[in-house]
T-cell receptor
Framework: DTEVTQTPKHLVMGMTNKKSLKCEQH?????MYWYKQKAKKPPELMFV???????INESVPSRFSPECPNSSLLNLHLHALQPEDSALYLC?????????????FGSGTRLTVV | AQKITQTQPGMFVQEKEAVTLDCTYD???????LFWYKQPSSGEMIFLIY????DQQNATEGRYSLNFQKARKSANLVISASQLGDSAMYFC???????????WGAGTKLIIKP
């Protein structure tokens, strides 16, 4: 298995809703990442987990809450989002935080906040 | 300061022609890695090719090759014999080994004309 699987592919949520994005990999990678990408822009790093521990939080608002229940799974819990949070959310993984063997990305979740 | 520069916001190329996408980078770290990713409109970030700073030879992967000119801090992607399916956004990215984070260029939108 050489994939990163993200669900759902599309999500529409209201500003008072609570939802979660899910990311799964079975490559034995020990580093996992959440990125936010606005249209026609490069991805922006949000969070990095290394060996299931949060190692980087790029000053992301608390309405985004990451969770890494085990080495294969990464969640992003969403609550009280704003319309400007609408974006493509990409999950990625690498063998370790050094990323020397490259990064594998999922196909993303397109989030629309209404 | 911009660490990764992609000077071509958009390019139109005739099918079957070769394409060169430009990327220049700036780092004082002697150890770093350079990546090219392809992102179709579907959103998935697809890894194309990798070049390490100490690699003596230019990286090649099928129709993709990386023209690495270390002294000029240039890492251009060459796509030989372009195909309609090559139409996508292309991102150049750098990983500095002192902090292991990916730094992204602004991207080049490539459109292949039949």
């Amino acid at each position: 298995d050489t994939e990163v699987t993200q669900t759902p592919k599309h999500l529409v949520m209201g500003m008072t809703n609570k939802k979660s994005l899910k990311c799964e990999q079975h490559m034995g990678h020990r580093a996992m990442y959440w990125y936010k990408q606005k249209a026609k822009k490069p991805p922006e790093l949000m969070f990095v987990y290394s060996y299931e521990k949060l190692s980087i939080n790029e000053s992301v608002p608390s309405r985004f809450s990451p969770e890494c229940p085990n080495s294969s799974l990464l969640n992003l819990h969403l609550h009280a989002l704003q319309p400007e949070d609408s974006a493509l959310y990409l999950c990625a993984s690498s063998q370790d935080r050094q990323g020397a063997s490259g990064y594998t990305f999922g196909s993303g979740t397109r989030l629309t906040v209404v | 300061a911009q660490k990764i520069t992609q000077t071509q916001p958009g390019m139109f190329v005739q099918e079957k022609e070769a394409v060169t996408l430009d990327c220049t980078y700036d780092t004082s770290d002697p150890s770093y890695g350079l990546f090219w990713y392809k992102q179709p409109s579907s959103g998935e970030m697809i890894f194309l090719i990798y070049q390490g700073s100490y690699d003596q030879q230019n990286a090649t992967e099928g129709r993709y090759s990386l023209n690495f000119q270390k002294a000029r801090k240039s890492a251009n992607l060459v796509i030989s014999a372009s195909q309609l399916g090559d139409s996508a956004m292309y991102f150049c990215a750098m990983r500095e080994d002192r902090n292991y984070q990916l730094i992204w260029g602004a991207g080049t939108k490539l459109i292949i004309k039949p």
